[in-house]
């Protein structure tokens, strides 16, 4: 799954997200609007995303 599809089946917002993992929303954004891509983000960003999400890191990074 990406970033996007596990946040949106979670009922959270970009900004929920953000203060939750402690990320900045723009990081978000930028993964999901493909501006950047997930596996481009430090290592230290994702565990934040998963952790928050309940999820492995390897489920935000696109195949």
């Known amino acids: ?4 599809d ?3 089946a979670q009922g959270l917002t970009q900004s929920e997200l953000a203060k939750l993992a402690d990320v900045p ?3 978000i954004a930028n993964v999901e609007s493909g501006k950047r891509r997930a596996d481009g983000l430090s ?3 994702l565990l934040k995303l998963a952790d928050a ?6 489920d935000l990074i696109d195949d």
């Open 25 to 27: 929303r723009s990081s």
């Open 6 to 8: 596990i946040r949106v």
């Open 43 to 45: 290592g230290a960003i």
């Open 1 to 4: 799954m990406k970033l996007k």
């Open 53 to 58: 999400l309940d999820c492995d890191m390897r």
